[in-house]
Every structure is written in C-alpha cells, then in structure tokens.
T-cell receptor, first 111, second 112 residues
Framework: SQQGEEDPQALSIQEGENATMNCSYK?????LQWYRQNSGRGLVHLIL?????REKHSGRLRVTLDTSKKSSSLLITASRAADTASYFC???????????FGAGTRLFVKA | DTAVSQTPKYLVTQMGNDKSIKCEQN?????MYWYKQDSKKFLKIMFS???????INETVPNRFSPKSPDKAHLNLHINSLELGDSAVYFC???????????FGSGTRLTVV
C-alpha cells in the first residue's frame, strides 16, 4: 500500500516564487526523504530527515517534519525554471527495510 | 563515472518473450533495489538485496526473477512478458538501507 501521499498533485508557479509541497504518511517512520525526477530521468535524492529531526536545510530547500501529524513539507525558495520536475517523498518505516514512495507532486515553474 | 547504470535504456519486445535488465553500481553500497514506475508515475518496490541476499520480495509475479551475482550487481529477468509489464524499471542502491537511494536512469520496457 502507498505510504507517503503528496499534496498538491500538481503546482504551477512563476519563477522567483516559493513552492511548497506536502507529504502525509500513515505509520511510524525511521526517516523521510525527498527526491526529484526530471522527465525521462531517474530520481535524484534531495534531502533526508530523520524521525528525531524537525527541520533541515540544503541550499534553497527546506524540509520540515512533524511526526505528531505524520506529515512533512518541502519548500523550494526562489524557484527557477530548472526546478520544473516531479517531487516525491519516501518513507522508511520503523524496523523496515524498504522505502516506500508517494505518487509525487508535479511542479511547473514558468519563466 | 555513472554511479548506478542500467542497461538497456529502452526495451521493446513482443508478448511472451523473455528479457533481462542489468544493473551495476560502483558506489560500494551493500543494498540494491528494483522499482517499477507505472504510467501514473507511481513507484513500487519489487525486490531488494543486501550483500547478495534477498531481503524484500513484494507480491511480484514469479515471472520476475532477480539475480545478484555480487553486491555490485542486481539483474532482473522477466519471463513470458505481458502487456501489463510495460513500465519504467529503476534500479537503485543505498548503504545499509537507511540512507538516501541512488537511482539509475531507468529502463523503459514496452511490451507489444
């Protein structure tokens, strides 16, 4: 069954604006990860946040994790046309071996 | 210098055929995976190997058989291909299974 579910399914913004994507999950997790997938390419790992962390930054990316609400958000600041891609959250369940991916958010950044 | 490489990139074949997809990683990771991405972009795990040992085997038809000759390689053999097998198959690797994954660029399989 699908673990992470991203919201919204699609997001269209102007270059320079911020983009926020959300992810909800159902069970206890070890960590949560965000990936980017450009059209026709493989997934690229962006950032990993562990269950005992609440916020992480990497360049223009900011990820938050609220384990009480079983949710995470990915914020991309000052977006660029090159940020156009699908973004997936993925969760590793506590005691599990597999990382389960959500269906993704498709981000369109208009120049 | 590709970290996770899959071959072939594209595969078009007829129903009933048998085909293989190869995957190799040069990152020294101990865990490798096969994922299937359908037309709606949903990624579903199929198999995982840790140091050549099968640790995840989802409810995948037994027409799909993974083989890991060593921890740097994880191949996927598919027998009696069906139309519904058409998808993009991704290989990935990680260290210990609790870190981020490195994905290959995918193999687009089309069964006609």
């Amino acid at each position: 069954s699908q673990q992470g579910e991203e919201d919204p399914q699609a997001l269209s913004i102007q270059e320079g604006e911020n983009a926020t994507m959300n992810c909800s999950y159902k069970t206890s997790i070890n960590n949560l990860q965000w990936y980017r997938q450009n059209s026709g390419r493989g997934l690229v790992h962006l950032i990993l946040i562990r269950s005992n962390e609440r916020e992480k930054h990497s360049g223009r990316l900011r990820v938050t994790l609220d384990t009480s609400k079983k949710s995470s958000s990915l914020l991309i600041t000052a977006s660029r046309a090159a940020d156009t891609a699908s973004y997936f959250c993925a969760t590793l369940n506590t005691g599990g071996f597999k990382t389960i991916f959500g269906a993704g958010t498709r981000l369109f950044v208009k120049a | 210098d590709t970290a996770v490489s899959q071959t072939p990139k594209y595969l078009v074949t007829q129903m009933g055929n048998d085909k293989s997809i190869k995957c190799e990683q040069n990152l020294g990771h101990d865990t490798m995976y096969w994922y299937k991405q359908d037309s709606k972009k949903f990624l579903k795990i199929m198999f995982s190997y840790n140091n050549k040992e099968l640790i995840i085997n989802e409810t995948v038809p037994n027409r799909f058989s993974p083989k890991s000759p060593d921890k740097a390689h994880l191949n996927l053999h598919i027998n009696s291909l069906e139309l519904g097998d058409s998808a993009v198959y991704f290989c990935a690797s990680s260290q210990g299974g609790e870190e981020g994954y490195t994905f290959g660029s995918g193999t687009r399989l089309t069964v006609v």
